[in-house]
């Protein structure tokens, strides 16, 4: 190939094939510019712009898809990226048989993440996008107002519903909700494909942890539901992003996506040599960006850069950039590719 597009890059690394030169993204969230179309996608585009990001992964409001069923939030209250939980549609395990599948094109919430998709692919036509969508089994935690991290709470919630009633004494509810979810996120990524995604970014956030759930419960109540959404998503680039501490990536080897993220720096995580069968992004501890180390963060891209060189390989942080991240931090995040580049 004589010149390369950022597609063509984007599509040949994410079909383990090798590019003319590394590729970087970084994302975040703006909490002040994520409650409207309008706001997420000027942002979006600006944020893009900026820095010249290779590719975007579309960082929507993290409870969108939980207010499709009605969750209800205070956007003027954030903890961290979260907002305050005001309501749970779920408040005990038996309203789970009251979720119902939802079609994308009747769900506000859904419709206004759709019109961003539609807006930012106008104003970023050439650049590879990937829209956010979480795992049925963290749609349902935030749902009934529990975390997907074994160290957190949400939020406003001060007495979820326990995991020992969702998933052992109303197991069957918990099939039926996650079923529910699964069907509907499947419709929504589907119409994603027809508002200009070219895939998902799909996060299992930190269920994969075993003080959350052990290998066979997450066996029997993530993995048939991922499967449901994944095979609607399968027309475009999908990059799994299993989140936190003994976040187990190799446990996603037969998933059918094209990427692998993880946070190669936290505990009990592998690093990029790990032995995984998809394409892998990351590489750069994302808390660098909070303290502002630059000599830290250009180390550690460099590292990852020579390490993978011979492989297909995504250079970016390993989670979501925090919200006090500075300009400087990531002008020089995404120079260490351009040096990289120059130096090929």
Known sequence: MSEWSKQDRFNALLSGERADRPIVSGWRHFIDKEQNADDLADTTITFTKEYDWDWVKINPRATYLAEAWGNKYDFQDYQTVFPRQETTAVPA???????????AADSAPLLEQLEAVRKIRQGLPDTPLIQTVFSPLTVLLFIVGRSAYVTKTVFGIENPVTLESLFTEHRAAAHHALHVISLTLADYVKELRQAGSDGLFYAVT??????????????????????????????????LHTCGAHAQPERFNDYRIDGISWDTKAEGNPDLDAALTATKVGGVDHALFAVNDIPEIQRQAEEALNLMKDQPFILAPNCAIPLNVTDEALKQFKQSVIEKETRI
């Not at 395990?93 to 079609?103: C, I, P, S």
């Not at 003080?211 to 997450?218: A, N, P, S, W």
């Open 206 to 239: 930190g269920t994969a942890h075993p003080g959350l759930f052990t290998e066979e419960r997450f066996n029997e109540f993530s993995r048939p539901y991922d499967s449901i959404v994944l095979e609607a998503a399968s027309y475009g680039k999908n990059v």
């Open 93 to 103: 395990a038996t309203n789970l048989w009251d979720l119902e599948v939802k079609k």
